[in-house]
Structures are given as structure tokens and as C-alpha cells.
């Protein structure tokens, strides 16, 4: 049986009105990749996608990368363009159902609980579609037969998945303006590169302990990772940062704008699926493999040590670390602010918008 993460908890300690401490404790099983020593890469590409609760597109497509680098497998291009397709369906689907389940909560009403059902099947639906023997996630390509009639089928879903997404928003945008809290949780802004920071293989390479992984750092400070970082350039949100910095409205509005773009592009994609066989067997060989794919909350990572074709050794780094850092986006955003009649409402209002890939549970020092 697979183990379960059990979040994040969060303490806030106010002093003087002012929210004076963020203890931010990780219940995330930073480890849990260590299930992979051992295995090869057919039973890695079975075990990653159901590790963590959300993206299990993205792990699965990163750890395939990840082992074919190794490996020394190369990619046919029509697998790559199916690869990225899948990507994208998990994007939108991630942040409409982040929208629909959790800014509702954030308003005092329930989440929109129909609205979110028909999200469910559309990733399977997307894998199914194109590859119909479930093999989406093999080292080296799995078996590549696009469904055209699925797909137009998938494609109305998820215009609509980011339409309800986008309705579904503007209660929560209204009042985060009409409160005059668009700039609410501002700090300085340190965007991932767009490949990682440029000590992430060596670091890794080090991290015997799993220190860095648990708490990843550059040159001692905490990158952020996700939409905002993303589309930082982004002419609105340019506007808007310039205005609120990297306060709450921009970021809420970087994840509207990822949804519609990964909307769009998906669009784009989906003309140009094409069938493919699946790659060879994966050889019985040595290597290390790094890939990174930037999932819906951000970069994720995945490094893997093969020795004679099995892991060796495997890692995981996702966007969670760098965002709930201890000192990174969500607890910078928070201290010395205003606490206010009600601190942890602002932080849910805060780590609805950074959204981290676990539960977050929020407590105020002394009280019950």
C-alpha cells in the first residue's frame, strides 16, 4: 500500500497586530520516491502517477523522462507532442478544479461540487484517447493511436472546464478587490528560471540526506515557482504587479491567464497528434537522468541513478518545497503583515493562490 501525504500545518503567531511568525511543519513525504529503488522502469512508470494525490500526469511524464535520459533513449516527436498534450489537459483541469473546490470555500459557500465531478474523467479520458493500451507513461513511448472522436469530444470539456473555471473566479476577485486586498501578501519576488535554478543538478546530486529536497534553497533564498512566475510577462500581469506587486490579485489572475493559456494551446496541439509505435525495450544500462516539466503549481523535478537497467537512486522535487518554503513565497507573504480581525483567512486567501499540491491546515499560536 502506497503511503499518503498528510499536508501541510501552519502556525501563525501574532504579535502587536502584526503577524510576527509563520511556522510552516511539512507532513509531505518528500521521501516517498525512495519506493523506486529497485524497481525497472515499467513498474516506476505504474507506481508514479499514483504516489502523490495531484498531477499524477506530471510525475508520471517526468519520471519517464528522467529514466530515458539515463538511458540514453531518444523520443520520436510525435511522442513528445502527445506527451505535452497530456500536460496541458492536466493543467486545466488542475486549476479549474482548485478553483471550483477551494476559492468557493474561501467565499463561506461549499464547493461547487457538480462542477467539479465532470473534471474527473477528462484526464483518463485524454490518456485513454491516445494511448488506448494505457501505456502513456512508458520509458521510451508508449503506444500512440489517436482517437479523433474522443478527442474532439475531450477538447468540448475542457473548453467548458475553464469557462466554469473562469465564472467561478469572479465572485472571489470581486471581493479581494472591494476588501482592498490585491496586494495583500507582497514580498520580494524571486521567479524560478525557466529550467531551475543553475545549481539544481549538483545539489541534487549531493543531497544524500534529502535536506535539499525537503527545504531547496539558491544561494540561500527560496525561489518561486507556478503561474506567477510563469507569466510574470505577460502584459496584465505586468499591469497588475505593477500595481499590487506580487500581491494576491495578480497571482489569482496568473492562474485564470495559465488556465486559458494552456486552453489555447491544447487547441493548437491537438490537430497535430499523430500515431506512433511504442520505443524499444529499455536496456539494461547505467546512467543518471534529470528532467523537468513545469506542471501546473510549477516546476517539478525528477532526477534518477539507473544501474544495470533498475533505479539505483531517485528524487523528487516538487513546486510545494519552494513555494512553503519556511522562508520562501507563502511565509513571506504573511509576516509582519497586519494580522488583522481574522490572520487565517488572509492565509488561506494566500495559499489559495500560491495552491500547494497537499492540504494546508491553519492555526492561530494560543488559540484553541
Given amino acids: 500500500m502506497l503511503p499518503v501525504d498528510t499536508g501541510l500545518s501552519v502556525t501563525l503567531s501574532p504579535r502587536d497586530g502584526r503577524i510576527a ?63 505535452r498534450f497530456l500536460l496541458l489537459v492536466e493543467t ?16 463561506g459557500g461549499p464547493p461547487d461540487a457538480a462542477a467539479v465531478k465532470p473534471l474527473r474523467p477528462l484526464l483518463a479520458t485524454a490518456r485513454r484517447a491516445l494511448y488506448p493500451q494505457g501505456d502513456w507513461a512508458r520509458v521510451g513511448g508508449g503506444g500512440l493511436l489517436p482517437d479523433v472522436e474522443a478527442l474532439a469530444g475531450l477538447m468540448r470539456g475542457l473548453s467548458q472546464a475553464s469557462e466554469r473555471g473562469r465564472i467561478a473566479a469572479t465572485p472571489l476577485l470581486d471581493r479581494v478587490e472591494a476588501k482592498g486586498l490585491g496586494g495583500f501578501g507582497v514580498a520580494p519576488f524571486r521567479p524560478m528560471p525557466e529550467n ?118 531517485y528524487q523528487i522535487l516538487a513546486p510545494t518545497e519552494w513555494n512553503f518554503h519556511p522562508k520562501g513565497a507563502f511565509a513571506k507573504g504573511l509576516t509582519g503583515v497586519a494580522a488583522g480581525s481574522d490572520p487565517v483567512f488572509l492565509a488561506r486567501l494566500l495559499a489559495a493562490a500560491l495552491d500547494p499540491c497537499v492540504t494546508c491546515d491553519i492555526t492561530v499560536a494560543g488559540h484553541a
Fill in 196 to 313: 531551475g535554478p543553475a545549481d539544481l543538478a549538483e545539489r541534487l546530486a549531493k543531497d544524500e540526506d534529502g535536506a535539499y529536497v525537503a527545504c531547496p534553497d539558491y544561494r540561500g533564498e527560496s525561489l518561486e515557482t507556478g503561474p506567477l512566475a510563469r507569466r510574470r510577462d505577460h502584459a496584465l500581469i505586468a499591469g497588475l504587479m505593477a500595481r499590487h506587486g506580487a500581491g494576491l490579485m495578480p497571482r489569482f489572475m496568473a492562474r485564470l491567464l495559465d488556465m486559458a493559456a494552456a486552453l489555447r494551446e491544447a487547441e493548437e496541439l491537438v490537430q497535430d497528434l499523430t500515431e506512433a509505435p511504442s520505443g524499444t525495450e529499455p536496456p539494461l544500462t547505467d546512467g543518471v537522468g534529470l528532467s523537468r516539466i513545469e506542471a501546473a503549481r510549477g516546476l517539478l523535478v525528477h532526477r534518477v541513478e539507473m544501474e544495470k537497467g533498475v533505479v539505483r537512486r
Fill in 92 to 107: 486545466i483541469t488542475e486549476h479549474a478544479a482548485a478553483i471550483l473546490r477551494d476559492w468557493a470555500l474561501l467565499l
Fill in 21 to 83: 511568525d509563520v511556522d510552516i511543519r511539512s507532513g509531505r513525504l518528500v521521501q516517498a520516491s525512495r519506493l523506486l529503488v529497485g524497481k525497472p522502469p515499467a513498474q516506476v512508470g505504474t507506481i508514479l502517477p499514483s504516489l502523490y494525490s495531484l498531477c499524477g500526469t506530471a510525475q508520471g511524464l517526468a519520471g519517464a523522462e528522467a529514466m530515458e535520459q539515463a538511458l540514453g533513449l531518444g523520443l520520436a516527436p510525435a511522442q513528445r507532442t502527445a506527451r
